[in-house]
């Protein structure tokens, strides 16, 4: 996405790995990119500092008692 092509209220994301590798879940599986991509999409709308508290419920959740297996880095940018 240009600068100029942006609108009030987008949201460009920058992003680690570390979230989508995350083991957790029923069945011990990586978080993976295609989990990661439609929850940012469910979250989109919401005000920045809500989707931080967000993604962090989300990533606890998903470990559960698993030990965590990366560092994360999730960055967001709302015009």
Wanted: charged letters at 25%; hydrophobic letters at 35%.
């Amino acid at each position: 996405m240009c600068i100029r092509d942006r609108n009030k209220g987008d949201t460009v994301y920058l992003f680690t790995d570390g979230f989508i590798d995350q083991f957790g879940g029923p069945k011990n599986k990586k978080y993976k990119s295609k989990n990661f991509y439609a929850y940012l999409n469910e979250i989109s709308s919401k005000n920045i500092n809500t989707q931080k508290i967000l993604l962090q419920q989300e990533f606890h959740q998903w470990m559960g008692s698993h030990f965590q297996v990366d560092d994360i880095l999730v960055i967001g940018i709302q015009a």
